[in-house]
């Protein structure tokens, strides 16, 4: 039976080529690993994927019973719904460490980097295998995405340096066009605001309160019409409502370079204030990651 390499719920372009990168790898060291995704691939993902002919990773959302690699995450809240019956061999991320456990001894690469990617480069040349030129274009898009072109403050020398490795070997000349490319996709928002709120959506224990925050990265936060708006507060009121204390959606401006925040749910005044807005809507220019900028504030001010 194969291990499952598997990424988070709502698959992002990381977790998904992660999965794909990380398996191949596996492979090459006589492991047997497939590459698996909880969910289809989000527009950004679906033009990475065709532009580098890799196949989409199969959908699984089950893993009792099974052997299975993480990558992109170690939350449980983040994982199947029966995790606990799986049996966890390893994780490859780049996020704070998560609840996740094991039984067993298990390989564990976690790294303060800006993309699960660049973890994975760095195990290719750790193992000495060659990343296939199809696959490093996938992995040169996983870093762009992450890091924002290299503008996130969670982006290191480190992204900077396997992105031009990959991007020799996927025959990339021009790095910054295909990134613009990249995000002209995933900037589509010709989709209900509940797989708009959902794109990009992560759930979060923090300290017992359940918190749900959604990132919507674009172009321009200005494609975001009054009319929109209204549509995605009503959806997030009904996403907070679904048992979660909170729900949060940040609109990033990727040109511009700062965040929007809308807020649904009781302690929608303290979140604003963590996140350093004093109104829904107000631009915070510099705030880009939800991992670096957005979760550690607000782990901070639901500590009581
Ligand atoms: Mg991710
Ligand atoms: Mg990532
Ligand atoms: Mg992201």
Same mark, same amino acid.
Do not use: H
């Given at each position: 039976m194969s291990a499952l390499v598997l990424g988070h719920k709502n698959p992002d372009t990381d977790s998904i080529i992660a999965a794909i990168s990380a398996a191949n790898l596996y492979k090459a060291r006589g492991i047997d690993a497939v590459? #698996?995704?909880?969910?289809?691939?989000?527009?950004?993902? #679906?033009?990475?994927?065709?532009?580098?002919?890799? *196949?989409?990773?199969? &959908?699984?959302?089950?893993?009792?019973? *099974?052997?299975?690699?993480?990558?992109?995450?170690s939350d449980l809240d983040q994982a199947p719904d029966d995790f606990k019956d799986a049996e966890l061999k390893g994780i490859i991320d780049h996020h704070k460490l998560g609840d996740v456990t094991s039984d067993s001894p298990l390989e564990c690469w976690?790294?303060?980097?800006?993309? #699960?990617?660049? &973890?994975? $480069?760095?195990? @290719? =040349? @750790? @193992?000495?295998? $060659? &990343?296939?030129? =199809?696959?490093?274009?996938?992995?040169?898009?996983?870093? +762009?995405? =992450?890091? +924002? +072109?290299?503008?996130?403050?969670?982006?290191?020398?480190f992204d900077k340096k396997s992105a031009a490795d990959l991007a020799k070997i996927a025959g990339i000349k021009d790095i910054n066009?295909?990134?613009?490319?990249?995000? $002209?996709? *995933?900037?589509?928002?010709? #989709?209900?605001?509940?797989? +708009?709120?959902?794109r990009d959506f992560k759930d979060f224990d923090m300290n017992g309160h359940k918190i749900g925050i959604g990132q919507l990265e674009l172009i321009s936060v200005d494609m975001v019409t009054p009319e929109l708006k209204k549509a995605l507060a009503?959806?997030?009121?009904?996403v907070q409502a679904e048992g979660r204390e909170d729900a949060i959606f940040v609109l990033t401006d990727i040109m511009k370079e700062g965040?929007?925040?809308? &807020?649904?749910?009781?302690?929608k005044d303290k979140v604003l204030k963590a996140l350093g807005a004093s109104t829904e809507g107000e631009f915070i220019k510099g705030v880009m990651s939800r991992k670096k900028q957005v979760v550690p504030p607000l782990q901070q001010a639901f500590k009581d």
């Open positions: 590459a #698996a995704a909880q969910g289809t691939p989000a527009p950004e993902t #679906a033009f990475v994927l065709e532009r580098f002919g890799l *196949k989409a990773p199969e &959908v699984v959302n089950s893993v009792a019973g *099974k052997n299975v690699y993480l990558v992109d995450f976690i790294q303060p980097v800006g993309c #699960a990617n660049t &973890v994975v $480069k760095f195990l @290719y =040349d @750790y @193992y000495d295998v $060659k &990343v296939p030129a =199809d696959i490093a274009g996938g992995m040169l898009c996983a870093i +762009l995405s =992450d890091t +924002l +072109l290299f503008k996130s403050p969670t982006c290191t020398e066009a295909l990134g613009m490319e990249m995000f $002209k996709a *995933k900037s589509n928002l010709n #989709a209900s605001p509940r797989d +708009l709120i959902f009503e959806e997030l009121a009904k965040s929007e925040f809308m &807020v649904a749910g009781q302690s």
